[in-house]
C-alpha cells in the first residue's frame, strides 16, 4: 500500500490543485509515508519529518548523488560528498568532527536508488549511530512542492541545452527593465505576495516543464517557489545564489 502511494504522488500533485479540500486526508497520508523497508540497517524520515528537519535543523543532509545531479537540483541545505566512493566515510567524519552519534539523514534519486542505502550501510558498519535515510529521495520530495535549489552550473546547463525550460526573474520589474537573462520572464515576488499580481504567466500546456526561478539572492527566489509549491507546477527550482553572480554567466537581453 505504501508503495503504491508513493507512485500516485504525481497524479496526486496535479489532483490537489482542482480538489485541495477532497485530496487533504490523501495528502496527510502521503506526507508520512515511507518505503517501510524492511531488513535494513537503518531507519526512514518521511517527507513530513524531512520537512521539519530543514525547519530546526536538527539533523545534517547528506546528497549521495554527483555533483552534476546536485548541482542540477538538489534539496535546499544539502551537501554533496563531493569525494570517491571509497573515501565518503571519512568524509562524512569529518563533517561532523568524529561525532558518530550525530543525525544524518541521506538522500538520492527515488526508492530505487541504491546511492544512500549504500553509504547508510557504510556508516552504520563505521559506528555511526544516528543514521536515517529520505529513501523516497528528490523525484517525491519536489513532486511534493519541496523547494529545490540548483547552483550555478546546473543553471548554465539547463539553460544552454533545455529550450523548453522556463526562466523567471522574481525581482522588481524596475530592476528586470534595467536587464536580466535573454528570454526570462518578469514575475516580481512582492507583487504575487500582496496579491497585486492575480496571474503568473507559466505554461499551462505542459506542468512537467521546467521552471527555474532567480532573484536579488536565493532567499528571494525561494519565496516564488514556496508560492507554486501549491500550484501545478511540478518541475520547480531556484537558484542558490545572487543576480550579480548569476548574470555574468549567462547571455543577457
Known sequence: MIIRTVLQVSFLAGFLAVAPVAANAELANILKATLAESGQKTGEVSTEEMRQILKDGSATLLDTRTRAEFDAGHIPGAIVLDVPPETQVTEVSRLVRGDKAAALVLYCNGPFCQAS???ADKLADAGFSNVRRYQLGIPVWRALGGPTAVELSGFQRVFGHDDTAVFIDVRSADEFERGSLAGAKSVPVEDVISGKLKKIDLPEDDFNRRIVLFGRDAHQARQLAEVLSKRPWHNVAYYAGTYPT????????
Do not use: D, E, Q, V
Not at 548569476?246 to 537581453?253: R, Y
Open 117 to 119: 542505502r549504500r553509504l
Open 246 to 253: 548569476l548574470a555574468p554567466a549567462l547571455p543577457s537581453k
